[in-house]
């Protein structure tokens, strides 16, 4: 028997096959030759395409320039003319700006197969840039020779089915040139597919989306900018670049985006027209409803600088709204870094006094423009938030979606700055330390693993979320304060605008009517003065002006009792929701005595059969716990009991610290929830009474304790304690806990509706307390005095 080792081949027409099914079609290979222009640190790439010249392989040329760092003889012959090498796998980032390399399958050059016939592959290394990944013999060989030149004829070698792939060889020359461009340049002739390159709209919208779409269109100053130049049968087509300059004059607010080991820094800059934008609404507003205005203090130009560790959970005492948002780990202890990152965002309000504003601000900066029809076409170019990796886009995170969810947010909050269409900007991934955010292989998105993942959390969840809610406190300030018609004056709530009342007007009228009237009476009986006709005339006046007055004091009732029925509709649905659960209640207590029956009965069928005691008394274990459950879901309906309508109507004279003690303190279901929270409730201070209705009180209470509970579980420190202290000479009640305190961005709008530092809160339990104590005589407000150890206020007071 004979033995005979056979050496696999390929036949050199797999290379024609592999181009077919890799190279899906020509802006594919083009932007794959254009990423190796990228990968070679080149700063810029001229792509040239002439579909009418006369070459000895066919009709058409392609040349594709650039001006990076060239390739060495080795890099030549056994990196470029390896198909499938794994060099790039191994030199993850190029050799000077150090860019993260975008082509890993080393198949970039079935590419140019797919383009035409013949290529031509002009080369010259800029040596000094590759002395780190070069040996010694390719710079004493870069001392001879520094041009290299490499054909290969796909036709002619290829397309033969009997020839091995190991067969073919390609013409390469070596010569010295003092003057030798360094870059790459490669020159393919005889065009594959010459009606591909007909320049129609369709092409020409193409080539501006999948070739300069590749690229950041933004011109901000950078040392690594990426420019692709290109021109088909003389026509330049160029990118609709972005000036960041513009973007930055004409917008209301821009944010600079800095991450970097975990820390995030946000330097988030107002300008002075949003907030004036912002009060001429609510100047329009009051005056509309007849107040009149006065500005006590100008708005100014405003920056808000933040800063994040996001490996400790303090900043969670300035945010709290961010305390269900999860980051993810690699372990117990490992955070999954995505990497550092820096980026930029503008915000325009697109309404057409907005856009008209910025016109004479361009033109301040010498930026005319003439109509504001061209700001707009600048806008929409720059519209949305891009996603680079060293100025390569990673898709599809740009205009094409809302990956950071502004309009999500904005059906929630529909006065907000931070809109889809009113967003432009970009983030700007550093290459090196965002080695583990990794593209999808399709190449349309990041992969969401712990890494991806948190990436997008904390673009998407935190900065957009902060970004968000601080929009939303700043507008929630620029209103006026509630009025109830006893004040004569009314402040915007940030105190930079007065609003004057108009009062008793009726009051005023009627002694001016009667003053008239006396007047007239003495005319009547003796020979009149020029004077006295002077002095009724002008208090007829006054009363014309009055009349007036008393129009705007009018409508100034009028518009206080529309804001108090804009609220009470959103009421209605909580009154609604409400009513079917006092009608669930009565359902759930017919349910547990039948369960709680049921339950027992079993136990006695259980104690009755003939069945190991292992089973046995496993069977009894649950039917013990559902009974402990359901002793639990009757604590639940007790509490519910005095809220409900029937009891609503009952006034008593109740004891305050007995009330306290025997719903939040003794074992029920607000202590159970403290218990379960690791929470204790303090009382302390004298006894006073009230005549109340109790389920009005638990109503106020509960909301208060919940929330106390709700903000102590993301509370890092072990001890955690509500705290409700009684003062009966001043009949007084002080709630408070032990944790962060009021968050200073809230304190203005505390008893405000619709203002909740909850992710989904609604924002209206605390201005339904401070309505039910205005039934008690009671109010309820923030003490503005006393600050915890974290420097903020933290005493609620209410007060009988």
């Not at 181009?19 to 810029?44: H, P, R, W």
């Not at 759930?588 to 190991?612: A, P, Q, R």
């Amino acid at each position: 028997m004979n033995n005979e080792m056979i050496n696999l081949t390929a036949a050199a027409r797999v290379i024609y096959q592999l181009g077919e099914e890799l190279i899906s079609d020509e802006f594919v290979a083009l932007a794959e030759l254009i990423k190796n222009s990228y990968d070679a640190d080149a700063t810029m790439v001229k792509v040239n395409i002439d579909t009418s010249a006369i070459t000895p392989h066919g009709q058409g040329i392609i040349s594709i320039e650039d001006n990076g760092n060239g390739m060495t003889y080795k890099l030549l012959t056994k990196v470029f003319l390896r198909i499938s090498t794994n060099f790039k796998k191994v030199e993850k980032y190029s050799p000077f700006y150090k860019r993260r390399v975008l082509g890993e399958k080393g198949l970039g050059r079935l590419s140019i197969q797919r383009l035409g016939n013949h290529i031509t592959i002009i080369t010259s290394p800029k040596i000094d840039r590759l002395k780190d990944i070069i040996t010694e013999e390719e710079q004493k060989f870069y001392e001879e020779y520094n041009k290299y030149t490499l054909e290969i004829d796909w036709n002619k070698e290829f397309q033969d089915g009997e020839k091995n792939l190991s067969d073919i060889q390609a013409q390469c020359n070596y010569t010295f040139e003092p003057s030798a461009t360094k870059g790459t340049k490669l020159i393919i002739q005889g065009i594959r597919n010459l009606g591909f390159w007909d320049l129609d709209k369709k092409t020409e919208t193409r080539i501006k989306s999948e070739i300069f779409g590749l690229v950041s269109p933004f011109t901000q100053q950078n040392n690594q900018k990426f420019i692709i130049k290109m021109k088909i049968d003389n026509k330049s087509i160029s990118n609709q670049v972005i000036d960041e300059e513009i973007l930055s004059i004409i917008s209301d607010i821009s944010v600079k985006i800095n991450f970097n080991k975990c820390e995030l820094n946000l330097e988030v800059e107002y300008k002075k027209k949003y907030f004036d934008r912002i009060a001429n609404k609510l100047i329009k507003e009051m005056k509309t409803n007849g107040f009149d205005v006065e500005i006590l203090k100008d708005y100014q130009d405003k920056i808000d600088s933040i800063q994040i560790n996001l490996l400790d959970n303090e900043y969670l005492k300035y945010y709290p709204y961010l305390k269900n948002i999860m980051l993810q780990k690699l372990n117990e202890s490992i955070f999954a870094n995505p990497g550092n990152f820096t980026g930029m965002l503008y915000v325009l309000e697109q309404s057409a006094n907005a856009i008209k504003e910025t016109l004479p601000i361009l033109g301040n900066y010498g930026k005319p423009f003439s109509t504001t029809k061209e700001v707009k076409s600048v806008w929409e170019a720059a519209r949305g938030v891009y996603l680079f990796r060293n100025e390569f886009r990673i898709l599809p995170y740009g205009p094409e979606i809302d990956w950071l969810d502004f309009n999500k947010r904005a059906t929630r909050e529909k006065a907000n700055a931070y809109k889809e269409h009113t967003v432009s900007g970009y983030i700007q991934l550093d290459s090196v330390s965002s080695e583990n955010l990794k593209e999808q292989t399709n190449r349309l998105g990041l992969i969401k693993d712990e890494y991806g993942t948190n990436f997008l959390v904390i673009v998407r969840d935190i900065i957009a979320g902060i970004l968000f809610e601080k929009d939303r406190l700043t507008r929630a300030k620029i209103k006026s304060e509630p009025f109830n018609g006893e004040e004569s004056e009314v402040y915007s709530l940030d105190k930079n605008i007065i609003f004057k009342r108009k009062k008793n007007i009726a009051s005023e009228k009627t002694k001016v009517y009667e003053e008239v009237e006396k007047q007239i009476s003495i005319m009547a009986h003796k020979n009149v003065e020029p004077q006295e006709v002077s002095l009724v005339i002008n208090n007829l006046n006054k009363i014309k002006k009055m009349e007036e007055e008393q129009q705007k004091e009018r409508k100034q009732i009028i518009f206080e009792y529309e804001k108090e029925i804009r609220t009470l509709k959103t009421l209605v649905g909580l009154a609604g929701q409400g009513i079917i659960i006092e009608t669930l209640t009565h359902e759930l207590n017919k349910i547990s005595k039948n369960i709680k029956y049921n339950t027992h009965e079993g136990k006695k069928v259980m104690n009755s059969l003939d069945i190991d005691d292992l089973t046995k008394n496993n069977i009894l274990n649950l039917q013990n716990s559902n009974l402990h459950e359901l002793i639990f879901l009757d604590q639940q309906l007790e509490h519910l009991e005095p809220t409900y309508k029937k009891n609503r109507l009952s006034i008593h004279e109740l004891n305050f610290k007995k009330f306290f003690e025997d719903v939040y303190i003794s074992d029920g279901v607000m202590s159970r929830k403290a218990k379960e929270n690791n929470t204790s409730v303090v009382l302390s201070g004298d006894d006073f009474y009230i005549n109340s209705n109790k389920g009005v009180l638990i109503t106020i209470f509960d909301n208060l304790f919940i929330n106390s509970l709700y903000w102590l579980e993301s509370f890092t420190e072990d001890f955690r304690s509500i705290y409700i202290n009684l003062y009966s000479s001043d009949r007084i009640i002080e709630f408070y806990d032990s944790g962060y305190g009021i968050h200073p961005d809230i304190v203005n709008l505390l008893f405000e509706p619709y203002q909740s530092m909850k992710p989904e809160g609604r924002g209206l339990g605390l201005y339904i307390c401070r309505e039910l104590l205005k039934g008690l005589k009671g109010k309820i407000e923030l003490d503005m005095i006393h600050k915890n150890k974290y420097g903020n206020y933290y005493k609620i007071i209410i007060s009988f």
